[in-house]
């Protein structure tokens, strides 16, 4: 048995993903994830509210990183590079944690019920950026559209990292953000040209 609520925690989380990389998200019962981790299924409803949860803990805490770390960000920086700032604050946590994110995006990826959930915590998230951005003085469209593309990028350069683990998370961040940076300073043709 676990001697404390985060051992207990611990051990509920890795029993969840193995048995739904086994069997499947759906197949797999809150009482299944408790016997393979030890516990009881009581012990199990202690940690988390339900079944999917087991995938989505920490991301309150991540969302509250990200808030505090734009909020804190040095004065006189642009939304990008505030954006980027706390971004690299927070991949340090998700490189810790690869072991157990691999196989959660495996799982979430096969998962639609999961995959919605996914995307509804990602859309509480780039709104709670774009309310610190708006915070620093941010206007509400460009905070909003800071935050939307910004989390963008950082998506795509937590998927590249999946694809090429050869380099850093922050290697990848950083590429995302100056390409990023590069397609805004792309020149666009004249209003009258697109217009017409």
Known sequence: MPRSGAEARHRLQRAALE????????Q??????AARAGVNERTFFRHFPDKREVLFDGEADLRAALVRAVVDAPAGRGPFEVLLCAFRKSARNLEDNRPFSEPRWKVIAATPA?????????????????????????GDGLADLAARTGWAAYQHAT????????????????????????????????RAQAES
Do not use: M
């Not at 048995?19 to 759906?26: A, I, K, P, Q």
């Not at 990602?122 to 950026?129: E, I, N, S």
């Open 114 to 138: 999961l995959r919605e959930r996914e995307l509804a915590k990602h859309a509480l998230l780039v709104d709670a950026v774009a309310e610190a951005l708006r915070q620093r003085g941010v």
């Open 159 to 190: 998927q590249a990292w999946v694809d090429d683990p050869a380099q850093s998370l922050d290697a990848h961040l950083l590429r995302a953000f100056e390409d990023l940076r590069a397609l805004s300073a792309t020149a666009f043709p004249e």
């Open 28 to 33: 797999t019962t809150a009482a299944e994830i």
């Open 19 to 26: 048995l739904y990389l086994e069997r499947g998200f759906d």
